[in-house]
């Protein structure tokens, strides 16, 4: 059948023939792509997704309050209450496993990033370090780092392939920036970059929404869209050539995040998991995060607005909050695991509606630029396979050393910088490289030559003790600087390069 009687009789079944309401004021290149747009559609499944969505968004959120329960402490690590050697082992596995090559990460860079508001991928971004690294040059070099530990460790020349899904939106930037930045130095062979799927967004009545005559509203599908992409572009096989058996999977925001973190994955290789999420402790009860715990005894996280305040305060006997694992995404997954769950699991997902400000074309042919919510997108989570997991684990971390999500724009409240910007993001790094060279024993000294007090203040996110960078490739989280530093004076603003590492290092030898 022609592609234009398909897509036209397929739409009219759907419930969605105003989409073809501007055809005749379209010219010929017009038609083309809207039409190739067009027969990308699931049409089949549209009616589906169109009164789902409407149904999604008017339904209430289940209160999931009274089947809830902890997840239990045998299934728990933590940076914070885990003993010296339990950690030491656990990091030891994990460069075992990163030595032999069996450990991947993979990125969820998919997303629009509207808090922020740039027009560019978020790993792109530069939050104003000494340095000036985007968040993929961090990113990058922290996974040279855990390489050359790995290797230096077992004598081996292993590698930490990167697996980066995008959307419509950050595939050819990210590649761009990628190939103008010569891959950090990585071998870009293990740089595989994949998109995730569109899918359209949807009125409070359950109609697709126009954003030109000749262009839907198309939004990507969820970083859960994920185990779908995995399936598109055979992923899994790629891992299985290279026989990576571990993924560590983590959002692109996360300035902290510790890539292929050998103590992460080790704890959950030795517990023989096959799904682990970090989790840092939550803020205040009422924060909102997605919390880590079980719903009728399978694992899943539960988002702030499917619990009644009086839960989320709910204290054990040490005064501690009763369900505090604030999720963080930052997961382990076994290749096998990603395997059922691109196979099996990704089509029993649940879908979670999210209302925006979608710009769109009136009946009128009007473009209008709403400024309340309008739209809904559906979207999959990536946690949402946590309840097929058959041994779950959960990792505790301190949220000043491994979270400070970039999400929104800077600005000013009342209480010091907008939470979760580019300044909280400079500031809790900064802040943690203070913290490293007080650990080794050196002394930095603030812009009027005066020493800082050996602890940076809690306060670090409204202003860091002092602008101290060290580069991932000197110190992955810390390790390697007394040598360097122990008895060491050192001035700020301050950035430990490779250069001024070798400087000191060959200072010391003198
Ligand atoms: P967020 O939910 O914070 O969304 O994504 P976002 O796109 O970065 O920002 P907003 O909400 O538009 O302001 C968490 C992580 O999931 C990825 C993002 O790139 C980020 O790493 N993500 C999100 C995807 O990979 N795909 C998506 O469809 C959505």
């Avoid at 299934?75 to 030491?88: M, V």
């Avoid at 994990?94 to 997303?111: D, E, M, N, W």
């Amino acid at each position: 059948m022609h592609s234009l009687e398909r897509v036209t009789g397929g739409l009219a079944r759907a419930g969605q023939s105003h989409v073809l309401q501007f055809w005749p004021e379209l010219c010929e290149a017009e038609r083309a792509g809207f039409l190739q747009e067009l027969s990308q559609l699931d049409l089949p499944g549209l009616r589906d997704h169109c009164e789902g969505a409407a149904r999604a968004a008017a339904a209430t959120a289940a209160r999931l309050d009274r089947q809830m329960e902890p997840v239990p402490p045998e299934s728990i690590g933590s940076t914070r209450k885990s003993d010296e050697d339990s950690l030491a082992m656990w990091g030891d596995e994990g460069l075992l496993q990163i030595s032999a090559s069996r450990v991947g990460v993979l990125l969820l860079a998919g997303g629009q990033g509207t808090r922020l508001g740039v027009r560019f991928p978020k790993g792109l971004y530069d939050v104003g370090l000494p340095s000036r690294s985007s968040l993929y040059q961090i990113q990058a070099e922290r996974i040279h780092k855990v390489q050359d530990l790995a290797d230096r460790k077992h004598g081996s020349r292993c590698s930490v392939p990167w697996y980066i899904m995008t959307s419509e939106f950050t595939l050819a930037p990210t590649e761009t920036f990628f190939k103008e930045n010569d891959y950090f130095d990585l071998e870009p062979s293990n740089i595989v970059l994949f998109e995730q799927r569109m899918i359209p967004a949807v009125t409070f009545d359950g109609k697709v929404i126009l954003q030109g005559k000749g262009k839907l509203a198309m939004a990507p599908d969820g970083n859960g869209g994920l185990y779908q992409a995995l399936e598109d572009h055979k992923v899994l096989e790629d891992m299985q050539q290279r026989g990576v058996q571990y993924l560590h999977v983590y959002c692109v925001d996360n300035i902290l995040v510790r890539m292929a973190d050998p103590v992460f994955i080790g704890f959950c290789v030795t517990k023989g998991a096959d799904c682990g999420a970090k989790v840092v402790e939550k803020a205040y009860a009422t924060e909102p995060v997605g919390v880590v715990c079980r719903v009728r005894g399978v694992t899943q996280v539960v988002e702030y607005s499917e619990i009644q305040p009086e839960t989320a305060e709910l204290r054990g006997p040490g005064g501690e909050l009763v369900y505090s694992a604030g999720n963080i995404c930052n997961h382990f997954f076994t290749r096998a695991f990603l395997q059922d769950a691109a196979a099996s699991y990704k089509d029993q997902l649940k879908q979670h509606v999210a209302l925006k400000k979608v710009p769109y074309l009136d009946a009128s042919g009007r473009q209008v630029t709403p400024s309340t919510p309008n739209a809904i997108k559906m979207e999959r989570f990536v946690f949402d396979v946590f309840p097929f997991s058959r041994n779950f684990v959960v990792f505790e971390v301190e949220r000043e050393e491994e979270f400070s999500p970039l999400k929104n724009a800077d600005g000013l409240t009342a209480d010091g910088p907008t939470a979760d910007s580019p300044t909280t993001a400079r500031n809790a790094l900064l802040a943690q490289h203070c913290r490293w060279v007080t650990a080794a024993h050196g002394t930095l000294l603030d812009e009027d030559g005066n020493p800082l007090p050996p602890r940076a203040s809690a306060s670090a996110v409204n202003k860091p003790p002092a602008r101290c960078e060290i580069s991932p490739l000197v110190s992955y989280s810390g390790e390697g600087l007394e040598e360097l530093l122990r008895g060491r004076t050192l001035q700020t603003p301050l950035l430990l390069d490779e250069k001024r590492a070798k400087e000191l290092q060959m200072n010391r030898a003198l």
